[in-house]
T-cell receptor, first 113, second 116 residues
Framework: GESVGLHLPTLSVQEGDNSIINCAYS??????FIWYKQESGKGPQFIID?????DKRQGQRVTVLLNKTVKHLSLQIAATQPGDSAVYFC????????????FGKGTHLIIQP | EPEVTQTPSHQVTQMGQEVILRCVPI?????FYWYRQILGQKVEFLVS????????KSEIFDDQFSVERPDGSNFTLKIRSTKLEDSAMYFC??????????????FGDGTRLSIL
């Protein structure tokens, strides 16, 4: 039978192409956002973060965009490589001293050779 | 690069038994966390810990759960009487700063807990 919870949104891109992974968040009080990459059997690995006073931040091959008006976060990966294949999670954190991260559902990125 | 380490990688326990999951956070970090991930689902926050006390906990972290920093390097999660629905991956994380001085939380590779 079908297993509940195993169907992640999937994005399939050709190696070398750019990819964009999107995330919607709901908490208007969130002021810190992180993208994590999770490979099979591993823990979440930090990729890039952004604070709510910014709308764009760039790293090596990755860019995070934040649109607070529509509560939307995206992760752009340039020139994708086979090693980029993983599940990507966005996470948000509320200001005022709250500690726990709230994770999104995840997107499975598949890089086609 | 310093990393969070967790042991064991896989723990199999009979329902009703107590289980202790162990973590060694990154050495200069002061804030510690436990999260769980049920198979195929998103990561869920359980508890945060600072200065030898709980800072925040979620609704999942009920009286069956407890955390402890027994010495200067270890951070443990205890489940007193395990239930089938406790089966999940449990991740430990640590960070140097909290609150408005946000820094990313760094995660270990988790302990897979299987309750029979």
């Amino acid at each position: 039978g079908e297993s509940v919870g195993l169907h992640l949104p999937t994005l399939s891109v050709q190696e070398g192409d750019n990819s964009i992974i999107n995330c919607a968040y709901s908490n208007s009080a969130s002021d810190y956002f992180i993208w994590y990459k999770q490979e099979s059997g591993k823990g979440p690995q930090f990729i890039i973060d952004i604070r709510s006073n910014m709308d764009k931040r760039q790293g090596q091959r990755v860019t995070v965009l934040l649109n607070k008006t529509v509560k939307h976060l995206s992760l752009q990966i340039a020139a994708t490589q086979p090693g980029d294949s993983a599940v990507y999670f966005c996470a948000e954190k509320e200001g005022g001293g709250a500690d726990g991260l709230t994770f999104g559902k995840g997107t499975h990125l598949i890089i086609q050779p | 690069e310093p990393e969070v380490t967790q042991t064991p990688s896989h723990q199999v326990t009979q329902m009703g038994q107590e289980v202790i999951l162990r973590c060694v956070p990154i050495s200069n970090h002061l804030y510690f966390y436990w999260y769980r991930q049920i198979l195929g689902q998103k990561v869920e926050f359980l508890v945060s810990f600072y200065n030898n006390e709980i800072s925040e906990k979620s609704e999942i972290f009920d009286d069956q759960f407890s955390v402890e920093r027994p010495d200067g390097s270890n951070f443990t999660l205890k489940i007193r009487s395990t239930k089938l629905e406790d089966s999940a991956m449990y991740f430990c994380a640590s960070t140097a700063l909290r609150g408005l001085g946000n820094q990313p939380q760094h995660f270990g590779d988790g302990t897979r807990l299987s309750i029979l």
